[in-house]
């Protein structure tokens, strides 16, 4: 069981949070484990819900639900990843606007720019 207080604009609301683990009854162990669990809904869940709005899907077939949960991270991920200094919604904008934006988004590599260089020089010189 997990305990919070949060306040926020002057109010302060208690929550209780139960859990199912099989992990030792250690405080310090369950923390760390509940911690994590909230760091992963914090970083990833809302980041989906602002950026794709996940929570207002009206999808309710659950292969195509999945689906589209799998196309999302793959897309969230990939705009993460892009060094543009933009956040990821106006990411999204940009290549939807942008097709050069978008091919890059979607073909590029965008943690070896040295590779892209080489391979380029490469097919300059076999053409």
């Given at each position: 069981m997990v305990e919070s207080t949060r306040e926020l604009n002057g109010t302060a609301t208690q929550e209780?949070?139960?859990?199912?683990?099989?992990?030792?009854?250690?405080?310090?162990?369950?923390?760390?484990?509940a911690r994590s669990h909230w760091t992963v809904e914090n970083q990833l869940h809302w980041s989906l819900d602002v950026a794709f709005r996940e929570?207002?899907?009206r999808v309710r077939e659950p292969v195509a639900r999945e689906n589209l949960a799998v196309l999302r991270h793959i897309a969230l991920n990939r705009l993460k990843n892009d060094p543009t200094k933009l956040g990821i919604q106006n990411k999204?904008?940009?290549a939807g606007w942008d097709?050069?934006?978008l091919?890059?988004?979607?073909?590029?590599?965008?943690?070896?720019?040295?590779k892209r260089k080489?391979?380029?020089s490469a097919n300059i010189r076999a053409g």
């Open positions: 209780t949070r139960f859990y199912i683990v099989s992990i030792g009854p250690e405080a310090e162990t369950f923390a760390c484990a929570d207002d899907s999204r904008l940009k097709e050069r934006y091919a890059k988004l979607l073909f590029e590599d965008p943690e070896s720019p040295s080489a391979s380029a």
